[in-house]
């Protein structure tokens, strides 16, 4: 089992930065994959990028540029970098953790991008 717990969201102006993070419990050092999502009201959740355990990374087309994640492996810990926020990235970002036996949700960080 792993648990996980997302923190460093809040309300944000445009154009500013955010550093979010996620520390995952329990059987850290079966995550091979962490990924962290974004679903805003109404919509489909999103993949924002994932990291793998030597630390690739993959970013989706849209969310290429302004997003970075880092892990420490050893910390079970995760960061979303998000530099240049707008009004669209409203959202609650989460993150999971990928392991041989299953896929673990945390329970996510709003983010709130408004003037």
């Known amino acids: 089992q792993v648990q996980l717990v997302e923190s460093g969201g809040g309300l944000v102006q445009p154009g500013g930065s955010l550093r979010l993070s996620c520390v995952a419990s329990g059987k850290i050092f079966d995550i091979n994959v962490m990924g962290w ?9 999103d993949l ?11 970013y989706p087309d ?5 997003f970075t994640i880092s892990r420490d492996i050893a910390k079970g810990t995760t960061w979303l970098q ?5 009004v669209e990235d409203t959202a609650l970002y989460l993150c999971n953790a990928l ?8 329970q996510g960080t709003q983010v709130t991008v408004s003037e």
């Open 37 to 45: 999502y974004r679903q805003a009201p109404g919509q489909q959740r």
């Open 82 to 86: 998000i530099n240049n926020l707008k």
């Open 62 to 66: 849209s969310m290429k540029g302004r």
């Open 48 to 58: 924002v990028g994932s990291i793998t355990g030597i630390n690739t990374t993959v």
């Open 99 to 106: 392991t041989l036996q299953g896929i673990y949700w945390g």
